[in-house]
């Protein structure tokens, strides 16, 4: 049975147990969360002792992972038998009947790390069919605002659109950094239920007034002043906007506006889900399209496109600095046009 992340903590929670438990995939966090629930969620301390077994893919065989599986526990009512690193087992597929014909006192995880099982192959199929079979996808960066609620929700933690665009911004879709940045400011913060910018600055340093997040944005929305005043500080606060990260938020900002060009004609209901934004949020992004028709943010994403290309020295020795001028003067030639 394939299953969500939910699913299976939820399972282990409510003593629900799979027989076998199978988990591929590339993102690190969700294994990092499943394997201690599996290892010390099940068993207690005393139990453990003579009932939990750890084996690396590495160091053992098919054969030897079978045996374990099949002896009885001892003093318990399971036994839970976890085979890490289990893609550098010989002859995995091996294991498909026992699969098909697991124990009932064990409880076995196979931990499939940092890649997938080949879908054409029977053990593959067989893992479908008779393991709860979980894989964990990267998230990416323009579902990690949502993530990034959803996080929030699950620790009592309100995070708003402004605030959840922000961490994705600076911090990209890299879990661990992002939930570990969350819990420093709820614990350097106990008595705040929301994330608040002035939070974000305190904590993880990212400028409320002076941001990567709010340089498109006062881009798009001809506010000048603003435009010069945070120009003017990342010119010479380099470090503050790496180019790399300047061209990224603004390709982010300016997908949305492309994607609300094509909104425009959909029930205002369903502005969000087009755009890939929270409703408020839409309704301003699509403010935008008055000002910015969808062949003048072609014309921008192109721009957009060169630059990054030119940040990481493809075709260019220009330094960020002079990279950050020629762009927004660039852009604001397609903004006069």
């Known amino acids: 049975m394939v299953a969500d992340y939910k699913h299976i903590v939820d399972s ?14 590339e993102e690190a966090y969700f294994f990092d969360k499943l394997i201690p629930l599996f290892e010390e969620g099940i068993l207690t301390a005393s139990e453990r002792d003579f009932n939990l077994s750890v084996l690396y893919g590495r160091d053992t065989s098919w054969k030897e992972l079978i045996n374990t599986c099949r002896r009885f526990p001892m003093f318990a ?41 080949d879908g054409k192959t029977k053990v593959h199929k067989v893992i479908k069919e008779h393991c709860t079979y979980y894989t964990a996808e990267k998230v990416k960066e323009d579902a990690m605002p949502f993530w990034i609620q959803r996080f929030g929700k699950e620790i ?5 659109d402004r605030e959840a665009e922000m961490l994705t911004l600076y ?15 709820r614990i350097n913060a106990p008595e705040e239920q929301s994330l608040t910018p002035a939070l974000i600055q305190k904590h993880i340093g990212i400028s409320r007034d002076y941001n990567i997040f709010d340089f498109p944005e006062a881009f798009s929305t001809g506010n000048k002043d603003k435009l010069y005043r ?39 209901k369903e502005w969000g889900a087009a755009i890939g934004t929270s409703p408020y949020f839409a309704k301003n992004v ?33 330094n960020d600095t002079e990279l950050l001028k020629e762009m927004i003067g660039k852009l604001e030639m397609v903004e006069m046009s």
């Open 286 to 318: 699509m403010s935008k399209t008055r000002k910015w028709p969808l062949h003048k943010v072609e014309e921008c994403l192109l721009i957009i496109a060169q630059f990054n290309a030119r940040a990481v020295g493809v075709d260019s020795a220009a």
């Open 12 to 25: 282990v929670k409510n003593k629900n147990y799979a027989p076998v438990y199978v988990l591929d995939g």
């Open 230 to 268: 945070m120009l003017s500080f990342f010119l010479t606060n380099v470090k503050a906007a790496p180019m790399v990260l300047v061209t990224a938020s603004f390709y982010t900002h300016f997908s949305q506006i492309y994607k609300a060009n094509f909104a425009a004609k959909l029930p205002e």
């Open 77 to 117: 009512e399971y036994q839970v038998v976890i085979l890490k690193d289990a893609g550098s087992l010989a002859d995995f597929g091996e294991l498909a009947s026992y699969f098909e014909q697991p124990s009932p006192s064990t409880i076995l995880v196979i931990e499939y790390r940092n890649k997938k099982i």
């Open 156 to 160: 009592q933690f309100d995070i708003g």
């Open 171 to 185: 911090l990209g879709n890299h879990l661990q950094k992002i939930t570990n940045e969350i819990e420093k400011i």
